[in-house]
């Protein structure tokens, strides 16, 4: 898979969809992934999504708040498809990385980073 980020950026429940309270900041991902490779690519991002940083362990950040106005990125991707969407993501505080990654191996390389911004 290929992944643009398309932009990064820290929202208010209301902008995000919700009325629920984070636990720390939301934060808006929009990304557009495409599959590079010659077989499918399944994307499951629910529950699979981690953010970490020099001094927080990596934790689930996923919800199921405003999911945005694109496209649903989890999805099966046939050759050559792409599609660009949003995902909302419940994070500690500012800045770190957030990491996908599509197995139930813990020693497993992430799919794809995504550098959060500071402010």
């Known amino acids: 898979m290929s992944v643009t980020v398309v932009s990064a950026k820290y929202v208010t429940p209301a902008k995000a969809g919700t009325a629920n ?46 999911v945005g106005t694109g496209a649903s990125l989890d999805a099966e991707y046939k050759p050559g498809q792409s599609v660009t969407g949003e995902l909302v993501l419940d994070v500690a505080r500012k800045g770190g990385v957030v990491s996908y990654t599509y197995t139930e191996d813990p020693d497993a390389e992430a799919v794809f980073k995504v550098k959060l911004p500071t402010a």
């Not at 590079?36 to 970490?52: D, F, I, Q, S, W």
């Open 21 to 66: 309270k984070p636990q720390g900041q939301y934060v808006e991902l929009t990304l557009t992934m495409k599959d590079t490779c010659r077989a499918p690519a399944r994307v499951m991002t629910y529950g699979n999504l981690k953010r970490e940083d020099s001094s927080t362990a990596a934790q689930d950040v996923t919800t199921l708040e405003g």
